[in-house]
């Protein structure tokens, strides 16, 4: 009887042992998985920024008054010597006035010292006055004739200065400001309305200083309209600024367009895009990433055991899709996609190969 309970005793203790191992050893589990493999990755890297006008320039007044009235406003599509404004030319009348007076007065010298030199002229060839009289006769006369050249020119000047009280442009164009009213005192040059001339148009875009060191510039660069992305241009890297807006962190960058589609109005917005440069990483999707230590992490499977672990990887960026990881695995091994919530380092695992797209 006692031999009997020796054995059951054992027996009991056989089962439980046999229990405490199967709990102690992980399930089998059934995992999808991809292959780590490097791509050529080169993404495309998207800005938005705003159509401008390669030239522009500020329109002044070349003497100063004040301005009796404007004629445009910012918007306008204006052609070349269109009057765009008016100073009052009252003091600009009077000085013409003045120069045709003082015109007036030379010529009256002029005519008189003209006919005492030809009188001299007249006697000196008779004899009858001295070689001194002539010569003071003619330099009156030539005298005269400056002062009159100098009236013409003071004149000339005056009708300039009328002139210039209309303000009118050198070249066609869409005026875009105006700082200057009517009523308003102006001085000499001082910026009434700004215009943007017809022609060339750029776009200006700012941007990190990242992504000129790693988006290709010298090639075409992509131009779509932001309110209809159907209507697109390419354009070219013309210049960059080289300094960084301290307010924003950014540099600007003006593109030039190659052909400016008549809906590029100024001021419309577009989105210029342009392929990162090129580089060698893994395309990972977004379910295959996971957590260790607060790094991101992946479950590889090792090929021998068919047991998994957890590696930290390094993340470059991320896309619609996928994860780009430029560290942390190396090619041709097998990363975790799916049903890895439930595993445990150096758990068994079946791997099925991840469903293709």
Same mark, same amino acid.
């Given at each position: 009887m006692r031999t009997? /309970? !020796? *054995? #059951? &005793? +054992? #027996?009991l203790g056989l089962v439980a042992g +046999?229990?405490?191992?199967?709990?102690? /050893?992980?399930? #089998? %589990? $059934? @995992?999808r998985a991809v292959t780590a493999e490097l791509t050529d990755f080169a993404p495309p890297v998207t800005v938005t920024g705003v159509v401008a006008a390669r030239q522009q320039t500020a329109l002044s007044f070349r003497v100063s008054g004040k301005m009796r009235e404007r004629l445009v406003n910012p918007g306008e599509h204006v052609t070349a010597n269109q009057p765009l404004a008016r100073l009052d030319p009252d003091e600009q009348q009077h000085e013409i006035e003045a120069a045709k007076a003082g015109l007036d007065s030379a010529q009256a010298l002029l005519r008189q010292s003209t006919a005492s030199y030809e009188r001299q002229r007249g006697l000196l060839a008779t004899g009858n006055t001295t070689r001194r009289d002539y010569d003071q006769a003619e330099a009156n006369m030539r005298q005269a004739q400056a002062q009159v050249e100098q009236a013409r020119a003071q004149?000339?000047?005056?009708?300039?200065?009328l002139a210039y009280t209309v303000l009118v442009p050198g070249a066609p164009g869409i005026i875009v400001a105006r700082s200057a009213e009517a009523g308003q005192v102006v001085a000499q040059a001082q910026p009434v309305y700004t215009l943007a001339l017809d022609g060339? $148009?750029?776009? &200006?875009?700012?941007?990190?200083e990242w992504v000129l060191n790693n988006v290709v510039l010298d090639k075409g660069i992509a131009v779509a309209l932001v309110s209809d992305p159907k209507v697109t241009a390419v354009g070219d890297v013309r210049e960059i600024s080289p300094a960084v807006d301290p307010s924003t962190m950014t540099i600007s960058v003006k593109i030039g367009l190659r052909e400016t589609p008549p809906t590029f109005g100024l001021g419309s917005l577009v989105n210029a895009t342009s392929p990162m440069k090129s580089r060698r990483l893994f395309l990972l999707p977004w379910h295959a990433i996971f957590e260790r230590e607060g790094k991101p %992490? @992946?479950?590889?499977?090792?090929?021998?055991?068919?047991t998994v672990s957890l590696k930290p990887v390094e993340i470059d960026r991320y896309t619609r899709d996928t994860i780009a990881v430029t560290g942390g695995i190396e090619s041709g091994q097998t990363v !975790?996609?799916?049903g890895g919530q439930v595993l $445990?380092? *150096?758990q068994k695992v079946e791997v099925v190969p991840e469903r293709k797209p």
């Open positions: 009997a /309970s !020796v *054995g #059951l &005793i +054992c #027996l +046999c229990k405490e191992d199967t709990a102690a /050893s992980p399930p #089998l %589990a $059934r @995992v004149l000339a000047s005056a009708n300039d200065q060339p $148009r750029d776009v &200006i875009v700012n941007v990190n %992490a @992946v479950w590889v499977v090792d090929k021998q055991s068919q !975790v996609t799916a $445990r380092p *150096g």
